[in-house]
């Protein structure tokens, strides 16, 4: 089994290390991760410059550094190593949960093997403000989960994140309740003004989700998809009286044949008034 391994953190985040490490039990591993920090870039693609692909020495594993996205390596991971099995994107310094989801690199990556055809799994873990994860501590449920996963064939896409001190593993859904985006001012050592962004959530977190896990020290499992399509809504506008098509349809033939009796009234006004009109070649 061959095993692409990325992430967000960057080629030398302790994280995709660790990742390596238990998923070298599994198959052949072969690491593709930015040559900086890409955190939040979400499913952004470089089509504005050349990419580089660069040989990196990452421990025992075969490592390629990448001056792009996190999409971008997952990319170019797969057209240089044919025949990949399975994306992993992790070990992020940083959980991945709810609406994080949509600017995650991590899960970018993840999406990014999902779209070429390739089965593609985040994993992330929390971290406290003075330290990083304990991997080793983490070692066992990353197995475990990495083995659960290889076995489920059918999911394309899936969201792994790891509390602090995990209890045990639960399925769960994507937490969406809303958050409230804040903006906090400041100003640079030049005293130019600088602003960064963060949210605040606003509603605690339902029972299944991901967030609510996490909270009561359980492993994450969330199975994602890339349709994004939503059906309820989809299926009550195709229930409507009058459907977009037909009103579509109906609006061209009114405007065309109000736009005809405009254009013959006009003409049976200038001849009323005798407006000459003369071309060039008159």
Not at 40 to 57: E, G, N, W
Not at 185 to 211: N, Q, S, V
Request: aromatic share 6%.
């Amino acid at each position: 089994m061959r095993i692409l391994i990325s992430n967000d953190d960057g080629i030398y985040s302790p994280g995709i290390v660790a990742l390596a490490k238990v998923a070298s039990r599994f198959g052949e591993v072969r690491i593709v991760a930015p040559d900086v920090e890409q955190s939040s870039m979400s499913h952004a693609i470089t089509s504005s410059r050349p990419l580089r692909y660069k040989r990196v020495r990452l421990g025992e594993f075969e490592a390629y550094s990448v001056n792009g996205t996190p999409a971008d390596c997952v990319a170019l991971g797969t057209h240089h190593w044919q025949h990949v099995d399975v994306v992993l994107s992790g070990i992020n310094l940083g959980l991945n949960l709810g609406n994080s989801c949509w600017h995650s690199g991590t899960l970018a990556a993840a999406k990014q093997a999902a779209l070429l055809g390739v089965r593609g799994i985040a994993l992330s873990a929390s971290v406290s403000e003075n330290q990083d994860p304990d991997f080793a501590k983490l070692e066992p449920y990353v197995a475990k989960v990495i083995e659960m996963l290889l076995e489920e064939k059918i999911m394309s896409l899936v969201n792994v994140n790891f509390p602090e001190k995990p209890r045990g593993i639960r399925w769960t859904r994507q937490s969406v309740r809303q958050y409230d985006g804040k903006v906090a001012p400041g100003k640079d050592p030049m005293g130019r003004p600088i602003f960064w962004f963060t949210i605040i959530p606003l509603e605690g977190a339902e029972e299944g989700t991901d967030r609510w896990a996490i909270e009561h020290n359980w492993v994450s499992i969330t199975p994602l998809r890339l349709d994004l399509t939503d059906e309820k809504e989809l299926g009550g506008a195709l229930a409507l009286h009058h459907r977009p098509a037909l009103v579509s349809a109906l609006e061209v033939d009114v405007r065309t044949d109000s736009i005809a009796a405009t254009n013959s009234a006009l003409a049976h006004s200038a001849d009323a008034t005798k407006i000459p009109f003369h071309s060039k070649g008159s």
